[in-house]
């Protein structure tokens, strides 16, 4: 029978939701990892079994990438640690924001993105993971910024068919790709603005908040900036504004649709300054058309003021017919859509400040 998992990373834990393969009724187990910072959740379903994945920060104990081949009853993580840089690097891991499996064909590849701005491999399935040096080396990274969260890479997109081709996105830094497997990496932000730089247009240095990107049609890619809401469909060559008919275009998530590669959510803020749902009002925007036109998703979500954001990782969907989309708050509420967003229920309220979510049909 299949079955459906949603694991939410909060600042204080993370928790478990688990259903069946409807979505309607969730049950919750947690916290795993009480008081540690979850920045980063993910799961893997290539392999014969679907391994999860927690990227927790301890006070105590620093960063470290948990996983978990029984649908979290239990986790691991190797004895020497699993991510750490090496010793001519002069710095440490602050904290892992991002961990995505990598192409369908890769199936022992696994990404991490880390704070101060870093991208890391794993080629054993995501229990350790390696320095790309080619990005860490780049003569850019002296000028990369770090944004009030803080100097991470925060998402990693592998080309589904082209293994060698991998996009990441910085706060701040903008786009980078490679299409030599990480040894060279290029800027990709011809068209994202940075308002808040002398130069509006730069070559490096936007304040991207997250990309995504459908494998049917891998050149088309979503951005949400730091104002700012865009489209490219040339791979990252060109991107265009697709913010026309939002309440705003400052945001931190995007998700698409995994059936619909012009499907596409955001979680509109009134601004950078004023970092709250605009309206007051939790609500989730849809495209159906790669953001020509966009409508408000209301039915089942609070109709009461509200003033969490959603970070830039909280808003996901999953591959279940009909698709599944769930978004989380600041505020400790996780609301689940078993129809592509057409109506939403309540899983989870009163958790501490959700910083990602991650979901899967198996």
Not at 95 to 124: F, H, M
Request: a negative charge; one cysteine or more; proline letters at 8%.
């Amino acid at each position: 029978m299949s079955e459906a998992v949603l694991l939410i990373g909060t600042k204080k834990g993370l928790w478990i939701g688990r259903s069946t393969a409807e979505r309607q009724l969730w049950t919750l187990d947690g916290p795993h990892f009480e008081m540690q910072g979850i920045y980063s959740v993910g799961i893997d379903t290539r392999g014969d079994r679907p391994r999860l994945f927690a990227g927790g920060t301890s006070e105590h104990w620093g960063p470290a990438v948990f996983h978990s081949d029984d649908l979290g009853q239990s986790w691991a993580e190797p004895p020497e640690g699993s991510i750490g840089f090496p010793k001519d690097a002069g710095t440490s891991v602050e904290r892992v924001w991002q961990i995505q499996p990598g192409a369908p064909e890769d199936k022992d590849v696994v990404y991490a993105g880390a704070q101060p701005s870093s991208l890391w491999k794993s080629t054993d399935g995501g229990v350790t993971f390696a320095l790309v040096r080619g990005l860490w080396d780049h003569p850019h990274r002296k000028d990369w910024g770090a944004g009030f969260g803080g100097q991470a890479i925060h998402t990693v997109l592998p080309h589904p068919t082209d293994t060698g081709r991998v996009s990441v996105a910085m706060s701040t830094g903008g786009v980078y790709q490679t299409d030599d497997g990480g040894q060279t990496w290029t800027p990709a932000n011809h068209g994202i603005k940075a308002h808040f730089m002398p130069d509006p247009d730069p070559e490096f240095g936007q304040c991207v908040h997250k990309l995504a990107g459908h494998p049917e049609v891998p050149e088309r890619m979503f951005a949400q900036n730091h104002h700012g809401v865009y489209r490219s469909d040339d791979g990252g060559a060109i991107w265009k504004s697709i913010a026309d008919g939002l309440p705003s275009d400052f945001g931190f998530p995007i998700a698409v649709h995994p059936h619909e590669p012009e499907t596409v959510y955001v979680f509109p803020l009134v601004a950078d300054g004023n970092r709250i749902p605009t309206d007051a009002k939790c609500r989730v925007y849809r495209s159906r058309d790669a953001g020509a036109t966009w409508e408000a998703l209301t039915k089942g979500l609070p109709d009461v003021p509200s003033y969490a954001p959603v970070l830039r990782d909280a808003l996901c969907t999953d591959t279940g017919t009909p698709a599944g989309v769930y978004v989380g708050t600041r505020d400790g509420c996780v609301y689940a859509s078993a129809d592509a967003g057409d109506s939403w229920t309540e899983v989870a309220r009163h958790l501490p400040d959700v910083l990602t979510v991650r979901a899967a049909v198996l």
